[in-house]
């Protein structure tokens, strides 16, 4: 996040410093440069707001279910008290934003359009919601694009379909495609969403980070892997630099 404030110049000659996704750091960044200041109270204050919008929205979902004043406040409570969530809130981790975009994609899908004006706009808020969802967690554009043939298939016997699917293609696929730009000239080459992706299919084929991947190892057995990985990594980074 300090390396993106230090400009576009500063990204290019340290491209390997922002391998991460960049959405997540950009916003970071953000909240520095808003603050001027490194404080994080700033970038706290967010993750808290979201996961507030987050558990607002599951009490939407739930009235547009047809839940029962009662049941829809629980559900809201319940999920404001989850310790997962609010782990992710307290801490600085990127799933408090996910949460939010994929209770907001169920908004879209559960909240009926009353015109036609409307539902142009929830298309063109879902393309970019997703857009910028996978800027934050590439891994996410898996269950957004399943979402989006469901969504497609819904429409078909709409009249207008063909605008509704070009309005929610093209707000997903136009700022992408500026996005990829970006990122191929800060790399050097085109890289597809994010840096980490290639550099992590490498790392997770390998056998000694598989006893991770169950969850069953003592803690200090997972130090000694999270170590392990960062000595690969690093390894990595050096002769991707000795390359280039």
């Given at each position: 996040?300090?390396?993106?404030?230090?400009?576009w110049?500063?990204?290019?000659?340290?491209?390997?410093?922002?391998?991460?996704?960049?959405?997540?750091?950009?916003?970071?960044?953000?909240s520095?440069?808003?603050s001027?200041?490194?404080?994080?109270?700033?970038?706290k204050?967010?993750?808290?707001?979201?996961?507030?919008l987050?558990?607002?929205?599951?009490a939407?979902?739930?009235?547009?279910?047809g839940?029962?004043?009662?049941?829809?406040?629980l559900?809201?409570?319940?999920?404001?008290?989850?310790?997962?969530?609010?782990?992710?809130?307290?801490?600085?981790?990127?799933?408090?934003f996910?949460?939010?975009?994929?209770?907001?994609?169920?908004?879209l899908f559960?909240?009926?359009?009353?015109n036609?004006?409307?539902?142009?706009?929830?298309?063109?808020?879902?393309?970019l919601?997703?857009?910028?969802?996978?800027?934050?967690?590439?891994n996410?554009?898996?269950?957004?694009a399943?979402?989006?043939?469901?969504?497609?298939?819904?429409?078909r016997r709409e009249?207008?379909?063909?605008?509704?699917?070009?309005?929610?293609?093209?707000?997903?696929?136009?700022?992408?495609?500026?996005?990829?730009?970006?990122?191929?000239?800060?790399?050097?080459?085109?890289?597809?969403?994010a840096?980490?992706?290639?550099?992590?299919?490498?790392l997770t084929?390998k056998?000694q980070?598989?006893?991770q991947?169950?969850?069953l190892?003592?803690?200090?057995?997972?130090?000694?892997?999270?170590?392990?990985?960062y000595?690969e990594?690093?390894?990595?980074?050096?002769?991707?630099?000795?390359?280039n």
């Amino acid at each position: 996040a300090l390396g993106i404030l230090n400009g576009w110049d500063f990204m290019k000659s340290n491209s390997l410093l922002f391998l991460s996704p960049l959405g997540f750091t950009s916003t970071l960044a953000g909240s520095f440069y808003i603050s001027q200041s490194t404080s994080i109270l700033l970038f706290k204050v967010l993750l808290a707001a979201t996961h507030g919008l987050s558990t607002y929205l599951v009490a939407i979902i739930g009235k547009s279910m047809g839940m029962s004043r009662r049941f829809w406040l629980l559900a809201a409570f319940c999920f404001s008290l989850d310790p997962f969530l609010l782990v992710s809130a307290i801490d600085i981790q990127v799933e408090t934003f996910v949460t939010f975009f994929v209770l907001f994609w169920g908004y879209l899908f559960m909240v009926e359009a009353k015109n036609h004006y409307q539902l142009y706009i929830q298309t063109i808020a879902f393309g970019l919601s997703g857009f910028i969802a996978i800027t934050f967690r590439p891994n996410i554009l898996i269950p957004f694009a399943l979402l989006t043939i469901f969504l497609f298939y819904s429409w078909r016997r709409e009249a207008f379909r063909w605008k509704l699917i070009a309005n929610t293609l093209l707000s997903f696929l136009t700022p992408l495609a500026i996005f990829e730009v970006i990122i191929s000239k800060l790399y050097g080459g085109f890289v597809f969403l994010a840096a980490n992706g290639g550099l992590n299919t490498v790392l997770t084929c390998k056998a000694q980070f598989l006893s991770q991947y169950t969850g069953l190892i003592s803690s200090v057995t997972n130090r000694e892997v999270n170590r392990t990985y960062y000595e690969e990594l690093q390894a990595i980074k050096s002769d991707i630099l000795l390359q280039n």
